[in-house]
């Protein structure tokens, strides 16, 4: 179980999460939503370890950092490393070892072309099967069905259903209400860096409801279109 | 076009202050540093007019960057696309080009300016995707991506090695040892992004202890071929190698605990000035691997604690 009590993150002066107090258990998919800009991304950053934040976050298994697997929004590839290399650091950076990445590759995906020239989804999916390969027991990810294909999507869907399953930790973030209906057992709504509702599944349409009923039509009259 | 440029000047003063240049200071040292390269090279080498030309046009044809062109494509107009290609290309030159009017060299000015304007016209492919295969599958990152760009030096390494053999000179040999390890430490130059330090289930130490063990490994694996022939040729001065290759993996150390304790985008001034101090004066090293250590520690403990 993951518990975060009073987390607060700033930048500077720029306060980016108020007061979050949240509680993931295992067996569990959490969806965060919000506006861009709301705190999703530095939220899951603080989860993970790789942000310092003021409050607490624990895990009743130990150091949570050593098990987490972070899909960030854009991954971000270093030049001349193939996809299979990417894998590969990714697999030498837990101790894991894996005999054959060509078995694993559950995407399809050109694994002896420079990762760097792959696809917005074949970066997705490459950075996806990275974490998967690691044998995580937390998984924070950051808008994982962007720009990923439908076939790709069912079964990001799937390995979600079988993570569920094995009792791991998925705290995710979307967009798209469709596809946090079929995933998500909770869903929790930050707006300016505060938790402003969090729900089950039955109540996920209100949330939806109260996103969808800030002033959209007068942000966009403002364009002149 | 006006903000264009400004914004390029701005950018390029930002880039000044990420490798810790003051930009004014820049301004001056710059040019007087360019203008004692191009005389040194006018100096040293027969035909540097024409050798300083081709250098002109091929630096124009490598700092073209394909993206950067398709963007400004896109945002202005075909005309102003291409008047911003053919100033940017010309700001590229002129330096060099004031230095061959200096020199008197009027028909060499003209053939670059030419060759510069014309190259403004020619579209360079995007990246290639060609795949350069690599021993260092095991542990990829540094030596995996270091070696695919630069593995053209690694031939003139193997080269002066066996040029050594052929004119008789053993320091030869030393020198592309010592070219391999310095090479090396070029690979770490470059912080990495925050994510490819915080994956590792690893402590600080544990964490440098890792890249140091891999460093090692593979640097010796690609002087080994210089050794053996050292040591074929110079068996009863194979020690001196030996020592220079110690020499060398010291130093690529020193490298690679400095990116950790300057945390930097790319070699700042002082990890630049550090790095010739060392050449001059190796035992330095000592004193400057145990103190950069510990603030490297420092550093890697807000990510891998």
């Known amino acids: 179980m993951i518990k975060i009590t009073s987390v607060h993150k700033a930048y500077g002066t720029n306060q980016v999460l108020h007061n979050i107090n949240l509680s993931f258990r295992s067996g569990e998919i959490h969806g965060i939503v919000g506006e861009n800009g709301a705190g999703k991304t530095t939220l899951f950053r603080c989860v993970s370890g790789i942000e310092s934040f003021k409050g607490t976050i624990s ?105 569920k399953e094995r009792n791991k930790i998925i705290i995710l973030s979307s967009h798209i209400f469709s596809t946090l209906h079929e995933t998500c057992d909770y869903l929790h709504y930050l707006k300016n860096g505060m938790i402003k509702k969090s729900v089950d599944k039955a109540k996920f349409d209100y949330v939806e409801q109260e996103m969808k009923s800030i002033g959209i039509e007068a942000k966009i009259d403002k364009l002149n279109l | 076009m006006k903000f264009y440029f400004s914004l390029l000047f701005k950018r390029l003063n930002r880039q000044l202050k990420d490798l810790g240049i003051e930009p004014l200071i820049a301004s001056i040292i710059f040019p007087c540093l360019f203008y004692w390269v191009s005389l040194s090279f006018f100096d040293k080498f027969i035909y540097a007019n024409y050798l300083y030309s081709f250098i002109t046009i091929l630096i124009v044809f490598v700092i073209s960057f394909p993206e950067h062109d398709d963007f400004i494509k896109q945002q202005f107009s075909p005309n102003t696309y291409r008047s911003i290609k053919i100033i940017n290309h010309l700001l590229l030159v002129l330096p060099f080009v004031c230095f061959l009017l200096f020199k008197l060299c009027y028909f060499e000015v003209l053939i670059v300016v030419v060759l510069t304007v014309l190259l403004s016209y020619v579209k360079k492919p995007n990246k290639i995707n060609f795949v350069i295969p690599t021993p260092f599958y095991r542990w990829p990152y ?140 190796p035992p330095a090293l000592l004193l400057i691997i145990p103190y950069y250590y510990s603030r490297a520690i420092n550093n890697l403990n807000k990510l891998l604690k």
């Open chain 1, 59 to 163: 895990y009743n298994k130990g150091a949570i950092k050593n098990s987490v697997g972070f899909l960030p929004t854009n991954p971000y590839f270093i030049s001349k490393i193939t996809g299979k290399e990417y894998l590969q650091l990714l697999c030498n950076a837990r101790n894991i070892n894996v005999s054959d990445f060509n078995e694993k590759n559950i995407f399809d995906l050109p694994l002896k072309k420079y990762a760097e020239t792959y696809s917005t989804g074949m970066k997705k999916k490459l950075a996806l099967t990275g974490i998967l390969l690691q044998n995580n027991d937390v998984f924070i990810l950051d808008e994982p069905f962007n720009g990923v294909d439908v076939h790709s999507n069912i079964i990001i869907n799937q390995v979600l259903s079988k993570l």
């Open chain 2, 142 to 281: 540094e030596f995996t991506v270091g070696f695919r760009k630069t593995y053209l030096v690694f031939l003139f390494s193997y080269g002066i090695s066996i040029l050594s053999i052929y004119v008789d000179n053993f320091n030869l040999g030393v020198f592309a040892i010592l070219s391999i390890f310095f090479l090396c430490s070029f690979y770490y130059s470059k912080l990495e992004p925050q994510f490819y330090i915080w994956v590792h289930a690893e402590s600080p130490q544990g964490f440098l202890k890792n890249k140091i063990r891999i460093a090692g490994t593979y640097s010796f694996f690609l002087s080994l071929p210089i050794l053996v022939i050292l040591f074929i040729f110079y068996a009863d001065q194979i020690h001196i190698a030996f020592i220079f290759e110690l020499l060398g993996f010291l130093y690529m150390v020193m490298y690679i605990i400095m990116k950790y304790a300057f945390n930097s985008s790319g070699v700042s001034m002082l990890q630049g000035v550090i790095g010739v101090l060392c050449l001059l004066f």
